[in-house]
């Protein structure tokens, strides 16, 4: 399980008096099936971390509602693991104490408490660094310890933030693929938030395309490649076309500007706005 | 190019005084003492370990600098008791110091001062340290909390605790209580205060990612938010304590059979001025012991903390 549906979901701040309130989020509508992973893309600003907080329960809803599974959601619960950009781990504890903390919570008995942490050590390829602390490890490394936190009460639905926004290139690709296989041993839904096209693409069955002021989604592209990720997807045509599609997209209006000046060649008359007057169709299959 | 050999370099760092530093002088000055083939020149300008800016010095070397320092101010002091002349008695020297503290300790007062004063420390300043961490949690916590309880500690912080002394002797009498008193009341408003801005360091993220791993308010309270404000309220302690140390000699100034400020006051009476130096050395020691032990149980107890890694 881990359906996740998200209905006209509004948020907006409050700015001061006289001044119309900001709104970060404008009626987001978004589904995800049990066990599939979605991304969602977007500018800075666009909202996607309201979004992906309001599906954790962390921030409430202006107006509509997020429903996981036909509940709705009021309130962050271990239901709903969450990875943050910056780990967020318990300074103080161990790499095992750290897994260790949602178990606790939900009274897991020791054995099996034990158990699910050795397992959970042996995913993230972290048994030697147990007893670590996080300040011991790398980037890398901590990330996994949180992924494998987040995991360890056995949630329904992974709700990553921008994961490996902080990370190296090359710590980054090792991550994602970690991410991929970690996946296939658990059926957590996966949404992932992050700025970066080409790993929403290599990542996810589906990204959200989400544009700025006001937050909304833009576009529900789906990605044809299968569950079997690696580096030749990187190098399909497909990939790229798909990347680039996405990449105007998201600089839309900056790209309209350059069309208005003459600067962009035929065949790029995009309007990402209305995502509609489009010359080549390609990648992804459009849903709407 | 320059083509100065790496020696007048090293010269440089031996004799500072006759060497000239600046590369362009040492060119014009200093000729090539070798014809034949001329080494690399060098770019940039060397720096001694001892003189570079935030530079790292070798721990003997701090160890060394430290000693001269303690060494260099009892030698200042000496110098200056020894040539006082007929007022010598005002200010004893470093040696009269110590053997009228011998003096004091072999007679049993001073441990019975010590025992004294320290009693009310730990008891004052316990109780100060405890409302302290009970109320900063709780301010840095939970909006409710702060808003209600910082406008009082606000306002009452301003009186000078000392003001409150005749009060106190008025209230509580003369024995332990007032002294005692005064000193959570001399602390306790900064101690709260502190320890709150710690709690409310603790990230907001960590306060998130533990709700989303299903913990409850009172178990971040326990688990998530005391560990981490732990280090901070250790250093809340080590700076605050010279606070309650102020607070008992004031307390024993006013009225006291026995205690460190006590004595000092007995000495001055009786003219004691070497034994009144004894006892502010006591003073300085106490502080500096306590201020060690205090950042051992730092770096003992939180090794995970910014601030453990460096003493």
């Not at chain 1, 158990?115 to 901590?142: C, K, N, V, Y």
Request: proline share 6%; charged share 20%.
């Amino acid at each position: 399980m881990g359906v996740i549906s998200v209905d006209a979901v509004t948020k907006s701040f409050p700015v001061g008096r006289r001044v119309e309130p900001l709104v970060a989020l404008d009626g987001v509508d978004m589904h995800v099936d049990a066990g599939e992973l979605v991304s969602i893309v977007g500018v800075s600003g666009c909202g996607k971390t309201t979004l992906l907080n309001i599906v954790g329960g962390l921030e409430t809803a202006t107006t509509g509602e997020v429903r996981i599974d036909g509940d709705i959601v009021v309130g962050p619960g271990p239901d709903r693991g969450m990875v943050f950009q910056s780990y967020s781990l318990f300074p103080w504890k161990s790499v095992t104490r750290n897994i260790a903390f949602g178990l606790e919570c939900a009274r897991w008995p020791k054995a099996r408490r034990r158990e699910r942490i050795d397992e959970l050590l042996g995913i993230t390829g972290l048994t030697e660094f147990a007893r670590h602390r996080p300040d011991q490890l790398s980037g890398g490394m901590r990330q996994r310890v949180a992924i494998a936190r987040a995991l360890a009460p056995e949630p329904d639905v992974l709700l990553l933030d921008e994961p490996f926004g902080s990370l190296d290139a090359q710590t980054k690709r090792a991550m994602q693929d970690f991410l991929l296989s970690v996946r296939a041993l658990t059926n957590a839904t996966v949404l992932l938030v992050t700025h970066d096209v080409s790993e929403a693409i290599y990542l996810s069955q589906r990204v959200y395309v989400m544009a700025a002021r006001p937050g909304r989604v833009l576009e529900e592209v789906a990605v044809p490649f299968g569950t079997v990720r690696g580096p030749g997807v990187l190098r399909d045509a497909r990939f790229l076309d798909l990347r680039d599609e996405i990449e105007d997209l998201l600089h839309g209006v900056s790209r309209r500007r350059a069309q208005l000046q003459g600067d962009a060649g035929p065949g790029t008359d995009v309007d990402p706005i209305a995502g509609t007057q489009r010359t080549g169709d390609v990648g992804g299959q459009r849903f709407r | 190019m320059s083509i100065v050999p790496d020696d007048d370099h090293e010269a440089v760092a031996v004799e500072p005084t006759t060497a000239p530093t600046d590369q362009q002088d040492t060119t014009s000055s200093a000729p090539p003492d070798t014809a034949t083939a001329p080494a690399p020149g060098t770019r940039g300008r060397r720096h001694q370990a001892l003189t570079r800016l935030r530079g790292d010095i070798p721990r003997s070397v701090q160890l060394g600098l430290g000693a001269l320092g303690v060494l260099g101010l009892l030698g200042g002091w000496t110098v200056l008791a020894t040539t006082m002349g007929s007022e010598s008695f005002l200010l004893p020297t470093p040696a009269e110091a110590w053997s009228a503290g011998l003096d004091l300790y072999r007679s049993g007062d001073l441990t019975a001062d010590l025992s004294a004063s320290g009693q009310r420390i730990v008891i004052g300043y316990g109780i100060s340290i405890s409302i302290g961490v009970v109320l900063g949690v709780l301010i840095g916590s939970f909006r409710s909390a702060a808003a209600f309880v910082e406008p009082q500690v606000a306002l009452l912080r301003y009186i000078p605790a000392t003001a409150l002394t005749p009060l106190f002797l008025l209230w509580l009498g003369i024995d332990e209580a007032p002294k005692i008193a005064l000193i959570v009341v001399g602390t306790v408003f900064y101690n709260v205060l502190m320890v709150a801005d710690v709690a409310r360091a603790v990230p907001r993220e960590l306060i998130n990612a533990s709700y989303t791993l299903g913990a409850g308010r009172l178990t971040i309270l326990r688990r998530v938010l005391l560990p981490h404000s732990w280090p901070g309220i250790i250093d809340v302690a080590r700076v605050n304590l010279a606070a309650a140390w102020l607070m008992l000699v004031v307390a024993e100034l006013l009225a006291a059979q026995e205690g460190l400020a006590f004595r000092v006051v007995r000495a001055q009476r009786f003219r004691q001025v070497d034994t009144m130096f004894a006892l502010l050395i006591v003073f300085a020691a106490i502080g500096l012991v306590s201020d060690l032990l205090l950042r051992a149980l730092r770096n003992r107890t939180a090794p995970w903390s910014e601030g453990s890694r460096w003493v």
